[in-house]
């Protein structure tokens, strides 16, 4: 089930709940917090439903442009965006390209093909959805973005890597400081 956290008054106590850019959300702490960020009001529908399906997802913030997807980064701090790479005002990639940000969510990209995936991976996505969106690879792609986000909270917690981003740069960035046994190497 999809939990929508719960706007914050200025003194704190929970306000009713809005949209997700009226205000800073709470969540609870097992939730894996996510950023919806397309301008299709039926993609945006659809994946809202397809999360829904897990546990301890918490949409944290919706966007409709790029613009608007670079402002709920920077103001409600997500684990994980999922974000159309045809985002209006601002491309999905030149949204997440932006600097600024002390860190990034975990990135996984929606598209209507999969023309942009190179360059999505070389910004450090963790997999690439094309839609039509179907369950499977969603619940698949959030699994992944989960496991990224698991591994940041666990090297954060042991002091590696202080202040560095969710595992925002490339793939060998992601990896980089990992015991990997031998024989689990990639040859």
């Known amino acids: 089930m999809v939990h ?7 003194d704190g106590s929970a306000a009713a709940p809005g949209r997700a850019s009226d205000r800073p959300r709470r969540c609870t702490s097992g939730s894996l917090r996510v950023l919806l960020a397309t301008g299709d009001a039926g993609v945006m ?3 809202r ?3 829904g399906l897990a546990s301890d997802v918490a949409v944290v913030a919706t966007a409709g442009s790029g613009p608007e997807a670079v402002a709920a980064i920077g103001r409600f701090a997500p684990d994980v965006a999922f974000v159309d790479l045809q985002l209006p005002g601002l491309g999905g990639l030149a949204a997440l390209r932006t600097p600024g ?3 990034s969510p975990v990135f996984v990209p929606v598209s209507a093909s999969d023309r942009e995936a190179v360059a999505a991976f070389e910004v450090g996505a963790v997999d690439y959805l094309v839609r039509p969106l179907e369950r499977e690879r969603v619940m698949r792609a959030l ?3 989960g496991h ?5 909270r666990a090297t954060a917690v042991r002091g590696e890597h202080p202040g560095a981003p969710p595992l925002s740069g490339p793939p060998s960035d992601a990896v980089a400081g990992l015991d990997i046994p031998p024989d689990r190497q990639a040859a």
């Open 148 to 152: 990224a986000v698991s591994i940041h």
């Open 101 to 103: 940000r002390s860190t």
């Open 4 to 10: 929508t956290c719960h706007s914050v008054s200025p």
């Open 49 to 51: 439903d397809l999360l």
């Open 143 to 145: 699994a992944r973005a």
């Open 45 to 47: 529908h659809h994946l």
